[in-house]
């Protein structure tokens, strides 16, 4: 693989972010639904509820991250939550995702941001290996709780 370039997701990127997006969404086991992906970006696009960075390397997109904006009350200071990350299996440990980390975490800094957030599944010890490589660590003072509420 050639040379990766990593750059903000503009509009003319959906059907591409899309797709991956799509791909993302069934390596955690959801089935395909390009149409619904498409839909759900659109609708983060439009509304400016997301940042989207898009990695490409020969002209083909391979990899993306999503971060979404938030803040912390104690802090009284922005944090950004990278919500997705997804790198194509033909791509993958060629440095795609650590360069969408480092894309992440330029913007976050550009913004004032205090801190990037993630979480990750309990079995995805490569995602935990990329992450912790690239100096992110485990939260060791809060645990994380969740309603569902659907």
Known sequence: MSE???RQAVWKDLEAVAILFDGYRQ???????????????????????S?????????LAVGF???YPSFS???MARVLVLNDLYVVPRARRLG???????????????LGAIRLSLSTAVDNTSAQALYE????????KFLAYHLALK
Do not use: M
């Not at 940042?51 to 390397?57: H, K, Q």
């Not at 795609?96 to 550009?110: E, I, T």
């Open 27 to 49: 390596f955690y086991g959801q089935p395909s639904d390009v149409v619904a992906a498409r839909a759900f970006l659109q609708a983060r696009f439009e509304h400016g509820q």
């Open 4 to 6: 990766i370039l990593v």
């Open 73 to 75: 009350s104690v802090s």
């Open 65 to 67: 991250t999503q971060l």
């Open 51 to 59: 940042t989207i960075f898009l990695a490409e390397s020969e002209g």
């Open 133 to 140: 490589s690239q100096g992110w660590g485990r939260d060791q």
């Open 96 to 110: 795609v995702g650590q360069s969408l980390l480092n894309a992440a975490a330029a913007h976050a800094k550009q």
